[in-house]
């Protein structure tokens, strides 16, 4: 028997099974008036809705200022609109911005250089998790011995590894 709310659907849908029967989809409408979907678990989400007025509360701003910014003063005041901030902070608060911003960046990139340390330290090389390679001997040979335990190989090393190839 059927849902009371559901309508079937025109295309026939074949099935893979041994039979070959077909079958018809459908599609359940949910009633507003029925109080068992009324639970809460519908609508949208708020980070949605936010979201949501969030861009046209954007759009509606950015209309005002173009037609605050670019609008002639004697059609403003032809519709009645005779209160308004001044035309010089049309250019100034979006420079401000971009120069607070640029500002910001470079301050972050300072404060960046002065907590990093000088490349002469050595605790770029070493700092309290480096482990120095342990003498690992094995007494087992072939496949049967167990893979050394983690360390950090040393400056020395790894230069010659890179750079030893005028041999």
């Known amino acids: 028997m059927e849902e ?3 309508v079937n659907s025109p ?3 074949l099935s893979f ?4 029967r077909t079958t018809t989809a459908s599609v359940s409408f949910v009633d507003p008036n029925d109080e068992k979907c009324n639970s809460g678990e519908h609508g949208p989400k708020p980070s949605e809705v936010y979201g949501f ?5 954007t759009v509606v701003a950015t209309a005002i200022y173009l037609a605050w910014a670019y609008i002639p ?3 403003l005041h032809s519709i009645g609109i005779f209160y308004y901030p001044s035309r010089y902070w049309a250019l100034a608060v979006p420079t401000y911005a971009m120069v607070i ?5 470079i301050f972050y ?3 960046n250089f002065m907590s990093t340390p000088p490349p002469t330290s050595l605790t770029t090389m070493f700092d309290e998790f480096s482990r120095e390679p342990s003498s690992f001997l ?7 011995q167990p893979i050394e335990p983690i360390s950090d190989l040393g400056i020395d090393k790894i230069n010659v590894l890179m750079f030893d190839d005028a041999k």
């Open 4 to 6: 009371p709310h559901s």
């Open 11 to 13: 295309r026939t849908i």
């Open 17 to 20: 099974s041994k039979r070959g």
């Open 53 to 57: 007025v969030g861009s046209i509360t």
């Open 73 to 75: 003063e004697p059609w």
């Open 101 to 105: 911003i640029v500002l910001a960046v």
């Open 109 to 111: 990139i300072g404060l």
């Open 138 to 144: 094995s007494h087992m040979e072939g496949d049967e």
